[in-house]
T-cell receptor, first 112, second 118 residues
Framework: LAKTTQPISMDSYEGQEVNITCSHNNIATNDYITWYQQFPSQGPRFIIQGYKTKVTNEVASLFIPADRKSSTLSLPRVSLSDTAVYYCLVGALLSNDYKLSFGAGTTVTVRA | DGGITQSPKYLFRKEGQNVTLSCEQNLNHDAMYWYRQDPGQGLRLIYYSQIVNDFQKGDIAEGYSVSREKKESFPLTVTSAQKNPTAFYLC?????????????????FGPGTRLTVL
């Protein structure tokens, strides 16, 4: 199981771009990288998922270098409502030994 | 509306009592999951189910039990054997438990149940 490391917290201001880097040095060949967002007392919400290079959707971009040992979630032009905890997950095929769990996440605080 | 529901939102129980948390989904998803979240921490997997009548232990299954008699339902029982049951419990589902190249196998989460054992 690939272990992930993220910064505990990040501060930003409205309109800025926020980049959160997740380290996963022992990522396996079949592992995908997934990011979730969680607001207090709510369940996490899927943001983006990727395997390699760059993935972009309407809310974020995910940059994955060639060695895949890290990945960066990019949130463009954040607003106050983007204040949340962001989780990086690395995992692959579910098997009878599925042990994928969320780490402590990165608390992003956006200020006016 | 399609989605995943958990009830109740808040639950209080006396120490030593078993309690069952409900999780229902109408998304026609095969896979369902139970997580536990403690203050300031991430989610830890308790149990998961890939298909009806099948379930597997996650990282912290001790003191918990589940059943999957119906595709749409995956109740979690917190037993008296769970040493520290007070936590926020989250249920999730996904289309399949498998992640295939090019597929997006996101987990859809319910609103959670906050269990407090007095």
């Amino acid at each position: 199981l690939a272990k992930t490391t993220q910064p505990i917290s990040m501060d930003s201001y409205e309109g800025q771009e926020v980049n959160i880097t997740c380290s996963h040095n022992n990522i396996a060949t079949n592992d995908y990288i997934t990011w979730y967002q969680q607001f207090p007392s709510q369940g996490p919400r899927f943001i983006i998922q990727g395997y390699k290079t760059k993935v972009t959707n309407e809310v974020a971009s995910l940059f994955i270098p060639a060695d895949r040992k890290s990945s960066t979630l990019s949130l463009p032009r954040v607003s106050l409502s983007d204040t949340a905890v962001y989780y990086c997950l690395v995992g692959a095929l579910l098997s009878n030994d599925y042990k994928l769990s969320f780490g402590a996440g990165t608390t992003v605080t956006v200020r006016a | 509306d399609g989605g995943i529901t958990q009830s109740p939102k808040y639950l209080f129980r006396k120490e030593g009592q078993n309690v069952t948390l409900s999780c229902e989904q109408n998304l026609n998803h095969d896979a369902m999951y139970w997580y536990r979240q403690d203050p300031g921490q991430g989610l830890r997997l308790i149990y998961y189910s890939q298909i009806v009548n099948d379930f597997q232990k996650g990282d912290i299954a001790e003191g918990y039990s589940v059943s999957r008699e119906k595709k749409e339902s995956f109740p979690l029982t917190v037993t008296s054997a769970q040493k520290n049951p007070t936590a926020f419990y989250l249920c999730a589902s996904s289309i399949t438990p498998y992640l295939l190249a090019g597929d997006n196998n996101e987990q859809f989460f319910g609103p959670g149940t906050r269990l407090t054992v007095l």
